[in-house]
């Protein structure tokens, strides 16, 4: 599990494809201090490190991992946002975030405030059910609060220090990003789910 606060960002220096998987070689401040099976999210998806070497880790993203997140998208000197796993030591300073990314989100808008940021994003009318007004998102495993939602689309503010400290300023109109719902919004969605169908049956 995670909190959705960025402790550093990484930069990609090598991808190789295997098959259906694709495998990387990431350059982070927190790298050379990873071991070998832990578990960090990258952009908000929960990787294995497989390596450690000099600066740089290794994580393989398997093709249901690919297929459910924007890792289609990671090119050569791309910015990953990265977290280590939380512990029972650590301060939840977000929300609880499992590294499950849910969907992909796309840009429609970036609009510079007044000392933040708002970005605005669409995503697949099915997950409406999911979010609701000033609740948590995870946005490329930012922990963020949502507002001015509709059945596909929400808006996030971005304060100067998130945006400095990740890779949110690099996103621009257009751009997919990782989404994860809020995990108890998720849990409380399907016992209504069979609640209602119990209802219908009888």
């Given at each position: 599990m995670f909190t959705g606060i960025i402790e550093s960002t990484g930069i990609i220096k090598e991808i190789h494809e295997h098959g259906t998987n694709k495998t990387f070689w990431i350059e982070s401040a927190v790298s050379p201090i990873l071991k070998i099976d832990q578990s960090i999210s990258h952009n908000g998806a929960c990787l294995t490190i497989e390596e450690v070497k000099n600066d740089c880790h290794q994580v393989t993203a398997i093709e249901e991992t690919i297929n459910k997140t924007n890792i289609n998208s990671w090119k050569m000197g791309s910015v990953i946002n990265l977290e280590r796993s939380l512990t029972l030591a650590s301060i939840l300073d977000g929300?609880?975030?499992?590294?499950?990314?849910?969907?992909?989100?796309?840009?429609?808008?970036?609009?510079?405030?007044?000392?933040?940021?708002?970005?605005?994003?669409?995503?697949?009318?099915?997950?409406?059910?999911?979010?609701?007004?000033?609740?948590?998102?995870?946005?490329?495993?930012?922990?963020?609060?949502?507002?001015?939602?509709?059945?596909?689309?929400?808006?996030?503010?971005?304060?100067?220090?998130?945006?400095?400290?990740?890779?949110?300023?690099?996103?621009?109109?257009?751009?997919?990003?990782?989404?994860?719902?809020?995990?108890?919004?998720?849990?409380?969605?399907?016992?209504?789910q069979f609640r209602v169908e119990d209802t219908l049956q009888k």
């Open positions: 929300h609880i975030v499992q590294g499950h990314v849910d969907c992909v989100a796309i840009c429609t808008s970036v609009t510079k405030k007044e000392g933040s940021y708002e970005y605005r994003f669409s995503f697949d009318k099915k997950f409406a059910t999911l979010i609701i007004e000033k609740g948590s998102i995870a946005i490329n495993g930012i922990s963020l609060t949502v507002f001015n939602i509709t059945e596909n689309a929400f808006t996030v503010a971005i304060i100067p220090y998130t945006f400095e400290h990740t890779n949110i300023k690099y996103v621009q109109t257009g751009d997919s990003v990782n989404i994860e719902f809020d995990m108890i919004g998720k849990y409380v969605n399907r016992i209504a």
